[in-house]
């Protein structure tokens, strides 16, 4: 579908299209009322603004009905038929995981349930199921506040994800690069630092706060920080990089569990924050 197809649909037609990158009604509907988008980068950015401008905790939990526990597309296929398609592959790399590894994610799950009342959400593309376990455990240590506010992320994640299959052209003709973006290279064995839990903190209530939890890929890199569309207000903010878990993962010792680095965001231009590791020592720059 192109952008001019969608502006041209009726209310009833844009709403069955734009249900499946976010079932929130809130956010469909006002989706709609923006209409008709003057360019692809236009809807970007006004599918964020609605996101965290409109909406509210009631609507974060809706939309976060539309997605499966992970590893579980069934559970979607009979309440959002046409959703559960865009799950499975979502999801594709769940399939391939050992049955450990499916029986942990199961138990987080429910965990993760008992403990918000929602399904852990993650933007799950390109990650393992060890990196989502990974990524669960750790969420699993926030207070309900600050779980909904990196859940709300997630999804988000995916919404932008879901509107570029919609909509044809969408990922040529729009920037979907992340605000902020990070990079781990292991210095003492010349390796970039995979796997390794990346937690971005801002300052709310005078208190540092997650806003997103990530995990290294096989490059050291993570490069959805952030969805698209969403831009740090200038402010201080902080990367906690989870160096004991990856240290202990690769049979090294580490002096230091965890590396922190503050930077200062001031523009939208692109911020990327590498860090160079090794056991008895760290070092960090702005990137490009």
């Given amino acids: ?38 360019s692809e980068n236009e809807l970007i950015k006004k599918a964020a603004s609605i996101w965290y401008n409109d909406c509210s ?41 050992n049955i450990k590894t499916i029986e942990a994610l199961a ?29 669960a455990y750790s969420r699993l240590s926030h207070n309900a506040d600050d779980e909904l506010f990196v859940a709300m992320n997630e999804q988000h994640k995916i919404t932008v994800i879901r509107l570029a299959k919609l909509i044809e052209g969408l990922s040529e003709n729009v920037d979907l690069s992340s605000h902020l973006t990070t990079h781990a290279l292991d210095t003492s064995i010349g390796v970039p630092a995979k796997h390794m839990l990346i937690t971005l903190k801002g300052l709310r209530d005078n208190q540092w706060k997650p806003m997103s939890v990530g995990i290294t890929n096989n490059d050291g890199r993570i490069s959805d920080v952030l969805p698209p569309g969403r831009l740090l207000i200038p402010g201080v903010y902080t990367m906690t990089f989870n160096t004991a878990n990856y240290y202990k993962n690769n049979n090294q010792n580490g002096f230091y569990p965890e590396a922190s680095i503050q930077f200062e965001v001031t523009d939208s231009s692109h911020y990327h924050i590498p860090l160079l590791i090794n056991p008895f020592g760290y070092s960090t720059y702005r990137g490009s």
């Fill in 57 to 97: 905790v009631e609507d974060y939990k809706e939309a976060f009905t539309g997605h499966p526990k992970i590893g579980n597309v069934e559970s979607l296929k009979e309440k959002f038929v046409h959703t559960a398609e865009w799950a499975g592959n979502e999801q594709s790399k769940v399939a391939e995981a």
């Fill in 1 to 38: 579908m192109t952008l001019t197809e969608l502006n041209n649909l009726s209310e009833k037609e844009a709403f069955t299209q734009l249900e499946q990158c976010c079932v929130s009604k809130t956010w469909v509907n006002k989706m709609i009322a923006s209409r008709p988008f003057s």
């Fill in 107 to 135: 138990k987080v799950n429910e965990l993760y349930e008992d403990k918000f009342d929602y399904i852990f959400i993650v933007s799950a593309n390109d990650k393992s199921a060890s990196d989502m376990l990974a990524i």
